[in-house]
C-alpha cells in the first residue's frame, strides 16, 4: 500500500471513530477541497449497493479520482466510469456495521471527501424519540446484527440473525408512570408484520441505558420501532 493511501485511510478511520448513529439519518453532499460527493451518507441493506457520484471542477479529469473504504468487511468500493470532471463509484454492502470511504485524488491526496457507510440486514425505520407518555421517553443509541446460534436455539429455521438494540433514557419527568414500554415490528417484503416485539423496562432512569435481544425472521426486510 503506498505512503498516499495509507495516510488517507488513517485519516478516515479517525472519521470513522467519532461517527455515531445520528450521522447516517442524511444524505447530503459532502464537500471537500475542490472535490463534491453526490452523498455525506449511505445506507445499504443487506445485497444492496449504491452509486457515489464524484465531481470535480469542470476542466479536471476525474479518471484521477480513487476510492477506498476504512472497512471492506462492512462494504467495498468499486469505481463504475468517469466522464470529463464526473465520476462513478459502487459501493456494495458485505457486512453489519459502519464505515467511512473516501473519494482522494491520486496525484494530489489534499483534495479528499468523505461518505459515512451505514449497512443493515434490515431497513431500520427508528424514530428520535421512543415511548409513548410524552414526559417519558428513550433514544435507539445503537444496533448489531450477529448471525443466529443455530446450535442453541430449536428453531433455527424461523431466524436468520439475532439483533442487539441498545436504547438510553432521554427524559424522566413523570414519576407516575416508571415502567416504560414501547414495540417493535418486523415487517416482510409485502408489508406484513412477521413478528411483534416489546422494548420494555421496569424501572426508568435518566440516562440509564437498556439492552434489548431479538431474532430476526428469515424474511425481514424492514425493522420498525413505534415512536409518539
Known amino acids: 500500500m503506498s505512503t ?13 471513530m467519532s461517527f455515531s448513529i445520528h450521522s447516517t439519518a442524511a444524505a447530503e453532499e459532502s464537500t471537500g477541497s475542490g472535490l463534491v460527493l453526490s452523498a ?11 452509486v457515489l457520484v464524484a465531481a470535480l471542477q469542470e476542466g479536471f479529469d476525474a479518471s ?10 462492512v462494504a467495498t468500493v ?22 467511512v470511504v473516501a473519494v482522494y485524488h491520486l496525484d494530489n491526496p ?47 429455521n424461523d431466524y436468520k440473525y439475532t439483533m442487539n438494540l441498545e436504547y438510553r433514557c432521554v427524559s424522566y419527568q413523570d414519576d407516575g408512570f416508571s415502567k416504560w414500554g414501547c414495540y417493535g415490528y418486523f415487517y416482510d417484503a409485502a408489508g406484513t408484520v412477521l413478528k411483534k416485539v416489546h422494548l420494555y423496562c421496569s424501572s426508568l432512569s ?23
Do not use: W
Open 206 to 228: 435518566k440516562n440509564r441505558i437498556y439492552k434489548s435481544e431479538f431474532h430476526v425472521p428469515v424474511n425481514a426486510v424492514r425493522f420498525s420501532i413505534e415512536g409518539f
Open 110 to 156: 489534499a483534495v479528499v471527501a468523505y461518505a459515512a457507510i451505514t449497512t443493515s440486514p434490515l431497513i431500520m425505520d427508528i424514530p428520535s424519540r421512543l415511548g409513548t407518555n410524552h414526559d417519558n421517553y428513550c433514544e435507539v443509541t445503537g444496533y448489531t446484527f450477529v448471525p443466529y446460534d443455530m446450535n442453541q436455539y430449536a428453531s433455527m
Open 4 to 16: 498516499k493511501i495509507k495516510r488517507i485511510v488513517s485519516v478516515i478511520l479517525v472519521f470513522v
Open 78 to 99: 468499486i469505481p463504475v466510469a468517469a466522464v470529463n470532471h464526473i465520476a462513478n463509484f459502487q459501493v456494495n454492502y458485505v457486512g453489519s456495521g459502519t464505515t
Open 40 to 50: 455525506g451518507a449511505l445506507t445499504l441493506t443487506e445485497g444492496s449497493s449504491a
Open 64 to 73: 484521477r479520482l480513487a476510492c477506498v473504504s476504512a472497512d471492506p468487511n
